[in-house]
């Protein structure tokens, strides 16, 4: 008889034991983005800096100090991108080579991160600046402390994982939000943090009946619907799902923007569009305020 409540209690340990992992799990807490971006809310930027600001004199893209400057001025979301060096550092950079945005030369993935340390940012003009390359660490926890929303664009060159791991270590989930280009990304992004929100792709009503045949719960979901205007049924749509619609006017709408009148900005959010990717952030935040 003590044999076998000895065997019962054993059973019992390990089975407590077993389920532990799965209620902390389901214990993990949403992202508080995932509340705070609804269209029936007001209170989130609407404006999302590319490349966390691009085109302004003195002040480089992808830069610390940049973000710095612009969100001394604006309130708004910033765009960045994840690139990894030849020792595993997660630094800011959009291009493989630094050849452009520094005065320096080379591939990212051939140089180290001190080595990468030695040159200086140069801003869209060819002024160099004394800003160096910074860390995805250190632009994590300055916007966390200052409650800057950055939207993180994983370069191909970069294990997702690898990202999504930093944003964790740092805490930083609620201030952070992945971007991922077609259905495969955002289900994999989903798979390794669910409690995230996502950027994902639906530029038209075939590329969201892709992502609704997924397990991506729609709040999980901020859509960006591509650098077009898009039908105002798609964007009635998303909303009717109670997902927010980003449009990027970077490249060919600013343009548009700047030889016709910012006052586009405005009849293109009339239109359904909750928030503008825009290369001009200055003016697109005064045209729609």
């Known amino acids: ?169 740092a805490n930083a989930k609620d201030i952070s939000i992945i971007i991922t280009y077609d259905v495969e990304q955002a289900q994999s992004a989903y798979k390794l943090a669910p409690d995230v929100l996502l950027s994902v792709s639906a530029r038209n009503h075939e590329e969201f009946d892709r992502l609704l045949k997924t397990s991506i719960p729609t709040e999980n979901m901020l859509a960006f619907t591509g650098t077009r205007l898009s039908n105002k049924s798609l964007y009635q749509r998303l909303h009717n799902e109670d997902i927010v619609c980003i449009l990027g006017t970077l490249g060919n709408l600013d343009r548009q923007a700047e030889a016709r009148g910012d006052e586009l900005y405005l009849q293109w959010k009339k239109l359904g569009v909750d928030i503008l990717a825009t290369d001009r952030p200055f003016e697109a935040y005064e045209a729609i305020n």
């Open 1 to 169: 008889m003590k044999r076998l409540l000895f065997l019962i209690l054993i059973i019992g340990f390990v089975a407590c034991k077993d389920s532990k992992p799965e209620r902390q799990l389901g214990q993990a807490q949403k992202s508080k983005l995932i509340e705070l971006f609804k269209p029936s809310r007001s209170d989130y930027p609407k404006i999302s800096v590319h490349r966390g600001g691009k085109g302004i004199k003195h002040y480089p893209e992808n830069c610390l100090e940049t973000l710095k400057y612009v969100s001394d001025s604006i309130s708004a979301i910033f765009e960045i991108d994840v690139a990894q060096t030849k020792d595993g550092k997660l630094i800011l950079m959009h291009d493989n080579s630094i050849d452009r945005t520094t005065n320096g030369s080379g591939s990212v993935k051939n140089l180290t991160y001190n080595e990468l340390r030695k040159y200086d940012l140069i801003d869209d003009f060819g002024n160099q600046t004394n800003f160096k390359v910074p860390l995805f660490s250190e632009v994590l926890k300055w916007s966390k402390a200052n409650g800057i929303i950055l939207t993180v664009d994983i370069k191909r060159s970069v294990n997702q994982e690898n990202v999504i791991k930093a944003i964790e270590e």
